[in-house]
């Protein structure tokens, strides 16, 4: 156990995978830890040259709080690797390379060097390590100091990917696999839709190093709160995944009072001249591939739904098709690149989320009361999906009927599929009604997670006191 000297701050290092779906809620973890304990932490973002900008952005979003001020930022040098252009350090920019930057996260050889001389050279008291870097665990232990993972992946597929190692897989492709000894309702997956390390369970890759690493942690923390999915920590825990686990979130929800941010958004502007509840937001991932066939189909689908939409892509080199952008400008918005989705989720126009099933963008949603439409894609998401539609029944499913975690065997979602599922989720006393109700009953338990006197307020002043006292 790590404990500060009298009078000096506990030195905290946060070191995120090269993502901006890991480095946002890393950084508005620090901003809560800095916000929870003034006098008593001192949080460190530790990131590469190019995903600086990414923290700052995160922390603009805090305002100008105390407790965003008094996060730290320290930079560590991105690995030289071959095919990656000079600067490209995070999936999101990374398009059609972002293969090469999830290997580059798991190669030991070539990041651990880098983290390890940061890390000697801060030398923390804590360092907080995502699970990718299962090195570090390792780096720490040699310190002295204790090493916890911040999971950005939520406890129910945390769980459920835990179970299934080991499981036996039957010759077909598309059997269904029931996820053994998962609490709650009965989750069955066809193998397609599971994580490649999990469809061949017969290759040993850099992933089965990740389990070991969290197993060493001092405890794993989770960016979720206890009345979403508690059923599945206690579990964690008892199988011994983790040694201690702490349920904070959401990380992404505003501190009070909320400080003054930076001026509104173009996106924001559009979707204050919609009416209530009537806006689909869609974003399908940050990293995925997705096909021209299917990003045309998807858009002639938004069209043909009659809703209003803001539809936030990052396929650089994709166009839309001729003339449709004529054709919907009075109730469509199309984003190239980055937009402010907190901010989104949480105006009042926008009445369901076009999802990939990302653990963060979920747990966002959750806190602002959105229902889902679910478009998984790849690793987890699928995972996710079902606790989206089966156990919280915050959402309902868009897509084929075969779906895959690989490119190659994805199917085109056509036109009416997407209309229908859009218009129908939208509509008032429609599929989408029942999920609404919930999801504005699951943010009133966010919100109150994170207050004083809450679930995830205590579980972090808890986390905190586990390393000071």
Known sequence: MASAEHGKKLRILLIPFFATSHIVPYTDFAVRLAATSPDAVEPTMAV???????????????????????????????????????????????????????????????????????????????VFSDVHFFWNSLVAGTLGVPCVTFAVIGPFSSLAMRLLIGTTYGDSGCEE??????????????????????????RQDEFSQCGPAEDRSFGTVFNTFLDMEQQYCEPFARHGYAKRVYLV????????????????????????????????????????????????????????????????????GWAPPAGWAKSVVKRGMLVRGWAPQTDILNHPSVGAFLTHCGSSSVLEAAAAGVPMLTWPMVFDQFIVERLITDVLKVGQRVGSERRSTRGDEKVTVPVPVVARAVARFLE?????????????????????????????????????NDFIE
């Open 48 to 126: 590469t040259p190019a995903n600086v900008a990414v923290v700052r952005a995160a922390l603009e979003r805090h305002g100008a709080s105390r407790a965003s001020s008094a996060v730290n930022i320290a930079t560590y040098p991105f690995p030289d690797v071959e095919g990656l252009p000079a600067g490209v350090e995070n999936l999101t920019t990374a398009a059609g390379d972002a293969w090469r930057i999830d290997a580059v996260a798991l190669d030991e050889a070539l990041t651990r060097p880098a983290q390890e001389a940061l890390i000697r050279e801060l030398s923390p008291d804590v």
């Open 249 to 316: 979130g959401p990380v992404s929800l505003p501190l009070p009072p909320a400080g003054e941010t930076a001026g509104e958004s173009s996106c924001i502007t559009w979707l204050g001249s919609m009416p209530r509840c009537s806006v689909v937001y869609v974003c399908l991932d940050t990293y995925a591939s997705i096909s021209d066939d299917q990003l045309r189909e998807l858009a002639f689908g938004l069209e043909a739904s009659g809703k209003p939409f803001l539809w936030v892509l990052r396929a650089d």
């Open 177 to 202: 696999v029931i996820v053994p000894g998962l609490p709650g309702p009965e989750i069955r997956i066809p193998r397609t839709e599971l994580p490649e390390f999990l469809r061949c369970q017969q």
């Open 428 to 464: 008032p006393g429609g599929t989408g009604e029942a999920a609404r109700i919930r999801a504005r009953d699951l943010a009133v338990k966010a919100h109150a997670a994170v207050a004083p006197g809450g679930s995830s307020h205590g579980d972090l002043r808890r986390l905190i």
